[in-house]
């Protein structure tokens, strides 16, 4: 079993739609929890951080963390063509020797048409 | 945009031959990280350093890679003897040096290194 399961998709949603992108993790030592957007050939890009469990929003970017079920989500409002891109979640454990060393989900391929 | 740059984009080398990946971190940062991305595979931790040492390379294949971060350039990602299965793309990232916030990485551009 992977630490961290993420569903490939892909999924498609028309401009507009709010989207809804979750992981699942087995190590209850992780404690920090990020989503990356990552473009096609280029290096993912680091959308939101949050330590513990609760809501943190972003502009049209909402994480959540819920530490008793070990689940992770990130949803976007009012989504975007322009948000097309491969959503990555990443998490890790709370300083010690795993500074850097994040475990990713596969990520999920969004496509946001028009 | 001093962001996390590396090079080559994209390299090609046959069977048996050294790669070698190049990365220069972010303005400020003291901390380097390298990736792998295998096709249908989320990224994986490889080795994580700091200027002239190895802090973990917990994620390194043990034979055929190595690392290094000297004093002065870039970080270098050495494959030697490259087999087919080393075709991936290669993804550095840096971190400021506090405590705090070493947790969030900032990623490049990737190598995507192709083995004929």
């Known amino acids: 079993q992977k630490e961290v399961e993420q569903d490939p998709g892909p999924l498609s949603v028309p401009e507009g739609a709010i989207v809804s992108l979750n992981c699942t993790y087995s190590?209850?030592?992780?404690?920090?929890f990020m989503w990356y957007r990552q473009y096609s050939r280029k290096g993912p890009e680091l959308l939101m951080y949050?330590?513990?469990?609760g809501n943190k929003e972003d502009g049209r970017f909402t994480a959540q963390v819920d530490k008793s079920s070990k689940y992770i989500s990130l949803f976007i409002r009012d989504s975007q063509p322009s948000d097309s891109a491969t959503y990555l979640c990443?998490?890790?454990?709370?300083?010690?020797?795993?500074?850097?060393?994040?475990?990713f989900g596969q990520g999920t391929i969004l496509t946001v048409h028009p | 945009n001093a962001g996390v740059m590396q090079n080559p984009r994209h390299l090609v080398r046959r069977r048996g031959q050294e790669a070698r990946l190049r990365c220069s971190p972010m303005?400020?940062?003291?901390?380097v990280y390298w990736y792998r991305q295998l096709p249908e595979e989320g990224l994986k931790f490889m080795v994580y350093?700091?200027?002239?040492?190895?802090?973990?390379e917990s994620g390194m294949p043990k034979e055929r890679f190595s690392a290094e971060f000297p004093k002065e350039g870039p970080s270098i990602l050495r494959i030697q003897q490259v087999v087919r299965g080393d075709s991936a793309a290669y993804f550095c990232?840096?971190?400021?040096?506090?405590?705090?916030?070493?947790?969030?990485?900032?990623f490049g551009s990737g190598t995507q290194l192709s083995v004929l």
């Open positions: 990232a840096s971190s400021p040096p506090s405590l705090a916030t070493n947790e969030k990485l900032f």
């Open positions: 190590n209850s030592a992780f404690q920090y």
């Open positions: 949050t330590y513990s469990s």
């Open positions: 990443a998490m890790i454990n709370a300083g010690g020797t795993s500074y850097g060393k994040l475990t």
């Open positions: 303005k400020g940062h003291s901390h």
């Open positions: 350093l700091q200027k002239e040492n190895i802090i973990d």
